[in-house]
């Protein structure tokens, strides 16, 4: 029983520390046998590993670098961060291999991002933002990749009722995803990988795509994204889909443009990047775990209310409370 204790007492610490409210309780979802859980502990010694070999990461790094990045921001006066929260400055020091300065300048495109598209981000969180889930066109697959990645698949397809769901609530449905993955150590550090499923893409669909949205998308990918994004593939595409990527191609520079990769109903080429044993039977593959529905994820997300708010609170043009 004490051996219990000091091991939850050990996973409440590690949410402290990870989030920016004070949650008190670690938000699950029990699905039969499985639960569904952020994995907010520290990353494994393989993990470490990684981290050390492609993000320069090492305890000495790590221990000049948190301190640089803090001096660095608090010379950015009109910019309200959590300056004494070590863990999330080392958010930013990952995607940006612990260069303190790079940090600084993502985490300010981060926040002007958010300041420019403030009618997508204010009060931006999950109980708000029901329908995206609901129509059960974005999930996070209950394990990762082979190489610690999570996999986030959106179905735009024969799933996407275009008179019930908006682009731009995709959009939101994506960033909340992407900021609760932020608070996982492991995924700052491997990274995610996108799975467009676009079955059944029909031309009235295709029309709901604009240019103003595509920028977006992209500037929001290649500038203001702290998660590492290695792979976009873009999965059982009909030739009409050629009309939405024309939309894209502009604004897409040659880092992101490389990492997109067209795989049609080719399950074996999709296999090339992404172990079968990761993948579900409708993808070719053999993963024996049950596919997390929108409306499962949304009760995960909804638990974390508080944690979305504490984010939105930090900023630009953001008042800093007594």
Not at 217 to 230: A, C
Request: overall charge neutral; some cysteine.
């Amino acid at each position: 029983m004490a051996t219990e204790i000091w091991a939850w007492k050990k996973i409440q610490q590690s949410v402290a520390a990870t989030m920016l409210s004070d949650m008190d309780e670690l938000p699950t979802v029990k699905l039969g046998d499985f639960t569904l859980e952020f994995e907010l502990s520290e990353p494994s010694d393989k993990v470490k590993e990684i981290a050390r070999k492609e993000l320069r990461e090492t305890p000495d790094v790590v221990k000049t670098a948190v301190p640089a990045l803090r001096d660095l921001l608090k010379e950015e006066k009109d910019l309200h961060v959590p300056l004494d929260n070590d863990l999330w400055l080392i958010r930013f020091l990952r995607p940006t291999k612990f260069y303190p300065e790079s940090a600084r300048d993502l985490i300010k495109r981060y926040y002007q991002f958010k300041v420019k598209h403030a009618d997508m981000f204010d009060g931006l969180t999950p109980s708000k933002e029901k329908n995206v889930f609901q129509q059960d066109v974005l999930t996070v697959q209950p394990n990762r990749d082979q190489f610690g990645r999570r996999i986030l698949v959106i179905e735009l397809g024969k799933k996407w009722k275009t008179s019930e769901l908006h682009l731009d609530e995709v959009f939101k449905g994506c960033v909340l995803f992407v900021e609760a993955a932020m608070l996982e150590p492991e995924t700052e550090v491997c990274g995610a990988v996108v799975v467009f499923d676009m079955d059944g893409l029909s031309l009235s669909q295709t029309t709901k795509f604009t240019p103003m949205f595509a920028k977006r998308i992209v500037d929001w990918l290649q500038d203001s994204l702290p998660v590492r994004i290695k792979n976009i593939h873009i999965v059982n595409q009909p030739y009409i889909f050629k009309i939405v990527f024309a939309l894209f191609k502009p604004f897409l520079r040659e880092k992101l443009r490389n990492r997109i990769i067209f795989h049609g109903s080719d399950r074996k080429s999709l296999q090339e990047y992404v172990d079968p044993a990761c993948l579900p039977e409708c993808y070719g593959g053999s993963l024996n775990l049950p596919r997390i529905s929108g409306p499962q994820w949304l009760e995960m997300l909804e638990k974390c209310d508080k944690e979305f708010r504490a984010i939105n609170s930090f900023g630009y043009n953001k008042k800093i409370e007594s």
